[in-house]
């Protein structure tokens, strides 16, 4: 059975901190890994990882895929409170997207 | 980017009724759209995949009698949840694959209250 498990489910830092969240997957025919930020709606997109080693940066976050290990990571620095949101990963399997559990990240300030 | 809409954006309605959700690509032409289901605190759990001028393809433990799904053109989806119980309150969201982008774009979602 396909599965994306992410971690922490849960994470409270401080404005400034820099976090990893971290996101594994075991599923057949992998294609790419996408890291999304859900705050009140729908989700919205960050990154999309195909290729492994190679990391992905965006502002303040990036974001590395190891096909090798089946994992990606997604990295914040200089957190700030409006980056407060559920961060979801998901595979793409054969044009759908098998999502992760989410990491609900706080920023207090 | 590309842009889906989705309407209505809420909406409540009594049991037993059905409710319909509709799923529009805005500036491009969408041959397969996704219909996900949240529940509060949790992820995203894929329902169906509608594509254009055939039947949905529902996923395991999804009932295609209750969850309706036309994919009448190339920019509307449509989601019926007919005979709605409170169990069925969620947060239904659409998405849809851009061929010109290579990625899925998602709807704002819609947030279904049965009481």
């Known amino acids: 059975e396909d599965k994306v498990v992410q971690s922490p489910l849960s994470l409270v830092v401080h404005e400034g901190d820099t976090v990893t969240l971290n996101c594994s997957y075991e599923?057949?025919?992998?294609?790419?890994l996408l890291w999304y930020k859900q705050e009140k709606k729908a989700p919205t997109f960050l990154f999309m990882l195909?290729?492994?080693?190679i990391e992905k940066k965006s502002g303040r976050l990036s974001s590395i895929l190891d096909k090798k290990e089946l994992f990606s990571i997604l990295n914040i620095t200089a957190t700030q409170t409006g980056d407060s949101a559920v961060y979801l990963c998901?595979?793409?399997?054969?044009?759908?997207?098998?999502f992760g559990q989410g990491t609900r990240l706080t920023i207090n300030p | 980017g590309a842009v889906v809409s989705q309407h209505p954006s809420w909406v409540i309605c009594k049991s037993g009724t059905s409710v319909k959700i509709e799923c529009r690509s805005l500036?491009?032409?969408?041959?397969?759209m996704f219909w996900y289901r949240q529940f509060p605190k949790q992820s995203l759990m894929l329902m169906a995949t509608?594509?254009?001028?055939?039947?949905?393809?529902?996923e395991q433990g999804v009932e295609k009698d209750k969850f309706l799904i036309n994919h009448a053109s190339l920019t509307l989806s449509t989601l019926t949840v007919t005979s709605a119980h409170p169990e069925d309150s969620s947060f239904y969201i659409c998405?849809?694959?851009?061929?010109?982008?290579?990625?899925?774009?998602f709807g704002p979602g819609t947030r279904l209250t049965v009481l």
């Open positions: 998405s849809a694959n851009s061929i010109s982008y290579n990625e899925q774009f």
């Open positions: 599923v057949t025919n992998f294609r790419s």
């Open positions: 509608s594509n254009e001028g055939s039947k949905a393809t529902y």
């Open positions: 195909t290729s492994s080693g």
């Open positions: 998901a595979v793409i399997r054969a044009q759908k997207l098998v």
């Open positions: 500036d491009f032409q969408a041959t397969t």
